[in-house]
């Protein structure tokens, strides 16, 4: 039923080359509303890379992006994010000398009816969310810089969530978090899932990714694997995908895949 | 149920509704968490009190007088007010050595302006002379500064290259401007901007002003708490704030008194007395300098500034780059336009600094503002502001400048030899930002 409606994002032939490195190459998969893809692959497969070329935080040198079917453009974090688009970044990407609301409105900031900064509206709100995302958080005052790893992400994961995004990025959300906020991201996904968001989830979590996602895509050296629905494929082929490129029957092959002698 | 209830009670660390209420050491400790004064700044101005008394004893006494205090607030001016815009760029790990040739070339393009060129259009003595001057040396100012951000945020050629080509080329734009001829005098309204005995507001103004200053003081204590309360937040005790209320307004009367306490020269007042008609009476007429326009224009930037670096988007870019500016930029602020902003607002420091320096020379010279750079940066790097960026403010950068100037003042006053002067001041630099390391190790 979801493979009839038009897909939320499609990314086409993508390529992405640090010099010599071949950091994504020709890599092509979509994503539909209230879908969550998880993307596993290992270290330097290429998957950050991937979806920083869909929040805009770097330009790709081949491919097409679609949004809802229509190409878009996106040449920096601003494109990205007028189409809806927010990221939560592997490497978080706070920033370091300014506290939680500061970070959670920074570039959509309140205020007031002067024109001002409104930094007690923006803690108000900060309090609120950061509420139900970490209930523990009690730190609004101290410049980010001084907060715990878990902490920090739930500020980026706060920044993402807050602004209705239509197309949800999570590069490793719950690597630094610990087991309770963990189950609370989780919580969060499906919540957002049944708001009718779609979310790109990377995770080298295969038990999470299996829990969360609806259908997983496999990189290897920057190539696509293949993408299979969670519930047609086993945690073993999975890992063969990821370790071996080998692609069980069941998934779609991409061009990455090792095709059987 | 019970065990959360435990567990806070041993909890060391205080909820921020108990923050106040939680320390049990000692007074000062108590009145420091209960004010959220900031400890740095205090610091910085018991240094400045210590230089203050230390000079004031070894002068033989002269150093704190309303003479002496006055003049050190007018020349403390050009420095503050460029070291305000100087707070901006080394928060954005950036740096800008031209400032002084800025002001140097500025000054030049000011004074020719009302000496040469402007009175072949509104005759001289005309009052758009002032005002047409400092306005073309503004957006002068704000070309160059520009400029200077356009090729470091687009081109990304380093800030540090860009201005030290800024220092060489524009030192010699300004020579170029009059191929070195100086030229005064400058126009008298103008001239009103360099501070010297008419250029001060008098007493009644600077009384006004100071009643003015202490309005805006508990108006701001008062509305910052009634905001809090609308959001529930923790509010400070009352006593505290009545005793900040009470510490600033204390602080600002102080000032202005001393500025009312100096008094114009027994000759000029007596000329001043003559041509209007008053009768000098028994012991000499007593007329008070006030406070200086020159410094008048200094707090006034200081405000502006502080202003747009904290309540302003734009500020909040600012302190946002300097922390992290990868992450600012994938949070999708424009950080190239940004910088070119900061730029641009430097180079319009730079013009107001040059009038000022203009005027209180009553004459443009190419060599206005020559190491102006060095004591700026020093001003902003003493007051606070961290070379690894995101972190800094105006009214510190305004205290660094006074600490700096009133090293010099006093050197002079006591005789000390210029390299002497240069050592001390090098080595001062030094220690203080030493000192502020140690600061911010043990505040983590
Ligand atoms: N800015 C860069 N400059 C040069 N090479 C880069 C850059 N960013 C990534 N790469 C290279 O691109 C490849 C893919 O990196 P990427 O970060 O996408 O991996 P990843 O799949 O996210 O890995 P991980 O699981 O470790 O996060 C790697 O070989 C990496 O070295
Ligand atoms: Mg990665």
């Given amino acids: 039923m979801l493979e009839k409606a038009t897909p939320l994002v499609e990314l086409q032939h993508i390529k992405l080359a640090f010099g010599g490195i071949h950091a994504v190459d020709d890599v092509s998969i979509d994503l539909y509303p209230g879908e969550v893809v998880g993307i596993v692959g290992h270290n330097g497969a290429g998957k950050s890379c991937l979806i920083k070329v869909l929040s805009g935080a770097y330009q790709r040198d081949e491919g097409k992006i679609l949004i809802e079917g229509k190409e878009a453009t996106i040449n920096n974090p601003r494109d990205a994010k007028a189409y809806g688009i927010e990221t939560i970044y592997q490497t978080l990407a706070v920033a370091d000398n300014v506290d939680a609301a500061a970070n959670l409105f920074l570039g959509r900031e309140l205020k ?21 995302l970490n209930p523990n958080f009690e730190r609004f005052k101290t410049p980010v810089v001084a907060l715990s790893g878990g902490q920090r992400q739930s500020v980026a994961i706060a920044r993402a969530i807050y602004f209705n995004a239509r197309i949800l990025i999570m590069d490793e959300p719950t690597a630094a978090l610990g087991p309770q906020e963990t189950q609370q991201v989780g919580e969060l996904i499906r919540q957002l899932k049944a708001d009718g968001i779609g979310i790109f989830l990377i995770s080298h979590d295969i038990h999470d990714v299996f829990d969360l996602s609806d259908r997983v895509a496999v990189m290897k050296n920057g190539r696509m694997v293949g993408t299979a629905r969670t519930e047609d494929v086993t945690k073993d082929e999975v890992l063969g995908m990821i370790i071996l490129g080998k692609c069980p029957p069941a998934a779609v092959p991409g061009p990455g895949a090792i095709v059987d002698a | 149920m019970s065990a959360p209830n435990i567990a806070t009670k041993s909890d060391p660390v205080p909820s921020s509704q108990n923050r106040a209420s939680h320390a049990q050491s000692g007074p000062i400790r108590r009145f420091l968490n209960a004010t959220e004064l900031d400890t740095r700044m205090l610091g910085m101005i018991a240094a400045l009190a210590l230089v203050w008394v230390g000079f004031h004893i070894f002068s033989g006494g002269v150093f704190i007088t309303p003479r002496n205090l006055w003049n050190l607030s007018v020349q403390t001016s050009s420095t503050a007010v460029m070291a305000t815009g100087m707070v901006l760029i080394i928060v954005t790990r950036n740096i800008d050595l031209s400032v002084g040739s800025v002001l140097g070339v500025l000054g030049m393009i000011m004074g020719v302006m009302q000496a040469e060129i402007l009175p072949q259009f509104i005759g001289f003595g005309s009052p758009l002379m002032w005002i047409l001057s400092l306005a073309i040396g503004l957006a002068a100012g704000a070309a160059i500064g520009a400029l200077h951000g356009v090729i470091i945020a687009y081109l990304r050629v380093p800030a540090f290259i860009v201005t030290l080509g800024g220092y060489l080329a524009w030192r010699g734009a300004a020579w170029w401007v009059t191929t070195g001829r100086t030229v005064a005098p400058m126009d ?24 003015f200053v202490c309005a805006v003081i508990v108006w701001g204590l008062y509305s910052g708490r009634k905001q809090r309360r609308r959001f529930n937040f923790p509010l400070r005790p009352i006593w505290a704030e009545v005793t900040l209320g009470v510490l600033a ?80 930029e994938l949070a999708g602020i424009n950080t190239r336009r940004v910088t070119v902003m900061i730029f641009t607002i430097m180079g319009m420091l ?81 220690v203080a930002v030493w000192l502020d390391t140690l600061y911010r190790q043990r505040a983590k």
């Fill in chain 1, 112 to 132: 007031t009816g002067w024109g001002t900064l409104d930094d007690v509206a923006m803690e108000a709100e900060t309090r609120k969310i950061m509420g139900r």
């Fill in chain 2, 188 to 211: 008298q309204a103008f001239a009103l901007m360099g501070g010297g005995t008419y250029g001060a507001i008098g007493s009644t103004a600077s009384w006004v002003v100071a009643a």
């Fill in chain 2, 350 to 430: 730079c013009a107001v600094s040059g009038a000022i320096t203009t005027a209180r020379l009553n004459a443009a010279t190419n060599a206005a503002g020559t190491y102006d750079e060095m004591f700026v940066i020093a001003a902003a790097v003493i007051g606070g502001t961290s070379f690894n960026g995101g972190v800094g403010t105006v009214a510190g950068a305004v205290l660094g400048a006074l600490v700096m100037q009133s090293l010099k003042s006093g050197m002079v006053l006591m005789g000390v030899d210029t390299p002497l002067q240069n050592i001390v001041v090098g080595i001062v630099l030094v």
């Fill in chain 2, 249 to 328: 307004c204390a602080a600002t009367l102080a000032a202005v008194w001393v500025a009312n306490s100096y008094e114009w020269p027994s000759r000029v007042a007596a000329r001043y007395a003559q041509a209007n008609n008053i009768p000098i009476p028994e012991g000499g007429l007593f007329i008070a300098h006030g406070i200086a326009v020159p410094v008048l224009i200094m707090l006034g930037v200081a405000v502006l500034m502080t202003f747009i670096s904290m309540r302003t988007r734009f500020g909040r870019y600012v302190f946002a780059m300097g922390g992290n500016p990868e992450a600012a």
